[in-house]
Each structure stands twice: as structure tokens, then as C-alpha cells.
T-cell receptor, first 114, second 114 residues
Framework: GENVEQHPSTLSVQEGDSAVIKCTYS??????FPWYKQELGKRPQLIID?????GEKKDQRIAVTLNKTAKHFSLHITETQPEDSAVYFC?????????????FGKGTLLTVNP | EAQVTQNPRYLITVTGKKLTVTCSQN?????MSWYRQDPGLGLRQIYY???????DKGDVPEGYKVSRKEKRNFPLILESPSPNQTSLYFC?????????????FGPGTRLTVT
């Protein structure tokens, strides 16, 4: 089955700096890669996703890049703010057909220091 | 308001006492899924359902049962809970998973088995 590795497990940055979280996946058939943000005590919420036919996607201060050849994808947050502090999860799925399993990484605790 | 609800939100029980955690969504989503979240292990999929009467195992199905008799409901059943099932449980739903749509998570159920 799919295996998703996520690094680093913790990340501390100063407000205004950039943050990068990296994930690798094992199943070359995976074609959908979402990122979820989970604030303390809250439920995970989708912040951005990318499909395998796209190499990069941006949404304001966040961006995701995908390298299918190397089987890794990354989340980039620019101009970080204290409200960006949360746990971030990457995930991978092949989707489609009669099988749909979403495999998550173990998460990255991002702390943005004012 | 579109939402996924879970009940109960908190539960403390004893080993071996059967319990059910309910999950309901009002978005007419075909796909529903259960995850457990444990420190350092991220989100792991327990079971998922592509539609009514269609369920399949995720990565950690042992000790759990599910049923999908109605589109809106997807209860998680622990026939004989054990302490290693102490965890935070999330239900999620999505429309047309094969097309990779966002999964909406419920608020979570914190289960303690003593």
C-alpha cells in the first residue's frame, strides 16, 4: 500500500519567514495530493491540493509543488503569521474506481513566533 | 449549514463494553470515512464507504466495524473495545471521491478505554 513520509515533524520560524514542509510517497499510481491544516483542538481542514497533471499550484501565501519523477511534494508558506501555527498533514491517494484510500503523513507542527 | 456531526464528542468506557460512535452528514456526500489520530502517528484510515452498502477496510481496521445503511450515516462500532483503541476519532465525507474532492471532517470524538 501507499506510504507517505513527512518532514520535518516540528518546524519553528519567525513571523514573516517562509516555511517548507516536504513529503514523499511510495505508490507511483498516486495522483492526488492534498494538504490539511489542523489547529489545536480543531478538525483538519483542506488548505490546498494538487493533482498529478500539475507541477505547482498557488493560493495567496501558500503553494504546493509536485515532482512525480522523484515522488515528492512540498508545501510552501510565505510571509508566515502567528495564525499559521498548526499541525499540517500531507496526504496521497490514487482515487478513482472502486478504491479510494487517503494515506496521510504523520504531520508537522509549525510554530510561528511573533 | 453543511456539516459533518459526530456523537458523542467525548467518551470514557471500560474494556469490552460495546460502543457506537455515530457520524452524520447533510451534504448528500457519497463517500464517508473514519480515521483515528494518535500522537506521532498522524491520521490513519480505519474504514471507508464509497456509497450505501459499500464499505472497505482502510489501514487499521482491526477491532472496528462499520455499516452504511443510509447515505447520510456511517457509524463506527467497537464490539469489544480495548485500551489500545484509546484515540481521537474523526469521521469525514466527500462527494465524488474518484474526482478528488475535499474531505470534510467532523469535530472528532475523543475515546478513552480503561
Amino acid at each position: 500500500g501507499e506510504n507517505v513520509e513527512q518532514h520535518p515533524s516540528t518546524l519553528s520560524v519567525q513571523e514573516g519567514d517562509s516555511a517548507v514542509i516536504k513529503c514523499t510517497y511510495s505508490d507511483s499510481a498516486s495522483n492526488y495530493f492534498p494538504w490539511y491544516k489542523q489547529e489545536l483542538g480543531k478538525r483538519p481542514q483542506l488548505i490546498i491540493d494538487i493533482r498529478s497533471n500539475v507541477g505547482e499550484k498557488k493560493d495567496q501565501r501558500i503553494a504546493v509543488t509536485l515532482n512525480k519523477t522523484a515522488k515528492h511534494f512540498s508545501l510552501h508558506i510565505t510571509e508566515t503569521q502567528p495564525e499559521d501555527s498548526a499541525v499540517y498533514f500531507c496526504a496521497a491517494s490514487r482515487g478513482g474506481g472502486s478504491n479510494y484510500k487517503l494515506t496521510f503523513g504523520k504531520g508537522t507542527l509549525l510554530t510561528v513566533n511573533p | 449549514e453543511a456539516q459533518v456531526t459526530q456523537n458523542p464528542r467525548y467518551l470514557i468506557t471500560v474494556t469490552g463494553k460495546k460502543l457506537t460512535v455515530t457520524c452524520s452528514q447533510n451534504m448528500n456526500h457519497e463517500y464517508m470515512s473514519w480515521y483515528r489520530q494518535d500522537p506521532g502517528l498522524g491520521l490513519r484510515q480505519i474504514y471507508y464507504s464509497m456509497n450505501v452498502e459499500v464499505t472497505d477496510k482502510g489501514d487499521v481496521p482491526e477491532g472496528y466495524k462499520v455499516s452504511r445503511k443510509e447515505k447520510r450515516n456511517f457509524p463506527l462500532i467497537l464490539e469489544s473495545p480495548s485500551p489500545n483503541q484509546t484515540s481521537l476519532y474523526f469521521c469525514a465525507s466527500s462527494s465524488s471521491p474518484g474526482l478528488h474532492y475535499e474531505q470534510y471532517f467532523g469535530p472528532g470524538t475523543r475515546l478513552t478505554v480503561t
